[in-house]
């Protein structure tokens, strides 16, 4: 399995809320919230981080460091997710209760990677950077003291952000990425990569469109500070000095 977070949570969800997943429209929240970021979004690419692994030339510490820092936000979302699970009517609000327990069952599959592979059983066994530590947090403050629907706006990212960098940068000149070819196209596999990112957005479009309460401004800021933190993840990737996320014995 690659490592990566934008792995889709698809094959999860219930047969009569999966169907076809249509693109959203360009004047839908997902979109015009994306275009308000688009300048993060193009910082993101152009990280010493991301530039380095399609060169090549990324130093495999840093590429193992990162790795280790994306386990303890992995498994904090778990508990997030979790908890926004319980905060559900399932009854009232079976869609948004699926999609939840979704997103949740598929972070549970993604971090059994990383107790298989690199032995990280929990995220009380990574010393996190501050800006990971916060990122997480930024997630569970939504849940805690928001309406469910604003932990998927949170979570958005993950999804579109990643396949999106990887579209541009597998399509740019000088792609040369040798061993972390299998990285980006783990991330950007064609339209289909996009799927879980357009799930939420489509749904967020329908919960306005049935007079659900929705306020964009809010979920806007949430959104954006969700982009901020991936800006800063991938900053701090390629500075080993802010790579304390070490795992414990």
């Given at each position: 399995m690659f490592l990566t977070r934008s792995s889709s949570f698809l094959e999860f969800l219930p047969t009569n809320f999966a169907?076809?997943?249509p693109e959203p429209s360009d004047?839908?929240?997902f979109y015009r919230v994306f275009n308000l970021n688009i300048e993060t979004a193009n910082q993101v690419v152009n990280t010493p981080y991301l530039q380095a692994m399609k060169r090549g030339e990324l130093d495999p510490q840093y590429y193992g460091c990162l790795t280790v820092l994306d386990s303890y936000y992995c498994y904090n979302a778990v508990d997030t997710l979790n908890s926004l699970l319980c905060k559900v009517d399932q009854s009232k609000y079976p869609g948004l209760y699926a999609l939840i327990k979704a997103n949740l069952?598929?972070?549970?599959?993604?971090n059994a990677t990383f107790l298989q592979d690199w032995h990280i059983r929990q995220s009380d066994n990574v010393t996190p950077t501050?800006?990971?530590r916060n990122?997480?947090?930024?997630e569970q403050n939504v849940m805690c003291y928001s309406d469910p629907i604003y932990t998927l706006v949170a979570y958005i990212p993950c999804y579109f952000l990643w396949p999106w960098f990887s579209q541009k940068i597998i399509e740019s000149s000088g792609y040369h990425p040798g061993v972390y070819d299998n990285w980006f196209r783990g991330n950007?596999?064609?339209e289909d990569s996009y799927k879980s990112a357009w799930k939420l957005g489509n749904f967020i479009e329908e919960w306005e469109q049935q007079g659900n309460s929705f306020?964009?401004?809010?979920?806007?800021e949430i959104y954006r500070t969700s982009m901020q933190y991936e800006l800063a993840v991938f900053t701090e990737a390629f500075n080993p000095s802010s790579m304390a996320g070490i795992v414990k014995k």
């Amino acid at each position: 399995m690659f490592l990566t977070r934008s792995s889709s949570f698809l094959e999860f969800l219930p047969t009569n809320f999966a169907g076809d997943i249509p693109e959203p429209s360009d004047n839908s929240f997902f979109y015009r919230v994306f275009n308000l970021n688009i300048e993060t979004a193009n910082q993101v690419v152009n990280t010493p981080y991301l530039q380095a692994m399609k060169r090549g030339e990324l130093d495999p510490q840093y590429y193992g460091c990162l790795t280790v820092l994306d386990s303890y936000y992995c498994y904090n979302a778990v508990d997030t997710l979790n908890s926004l699970l319980c905060k559900v009517d399932q009854s009232k609000y079976p869609g948004l209760y699926a999609l939840i327990k979704a997103n949740l069952d598929s972070y549970k599959r993604y971090n059994a990677t990383f107790l298989q592979d690199w032995h990280i059983r929990q995220s009380d066994n990574v010393t996190p950077t501050d800006t990971m530590r916060n990122y997480a947090k930024h997630e569970q403050n939504v849940m805690c003291y928001s309406d469910p629907i604003y932990t998927l706006v949170a979570y958005i990212p993950c999804y579109f952000l990643w396949p999106w960098f990887s579209q541009k940068i597998i399509e740019s000149s000088g792609y040369h990425p040798g061993v972390y070819d299998n990285w980006f196209r783990g991330n950007y596999y064609g339209e289909d990569s996009y799927k879980s990112a357009w799930k939420l957005g489509n749904f967020i479009e329908e919960w306005e469109q049935q007079g659900n309460s929705f306020n964009e401004t809010k979920a806007s800021e949430i959104y954006r500070t969700s982009m901020q933190y991936e800006l800063a993840v991938f900053t701090e990737a390629f500075n080993p000095s802010s790579m304390a996320g070490i795992v414990k014995k």
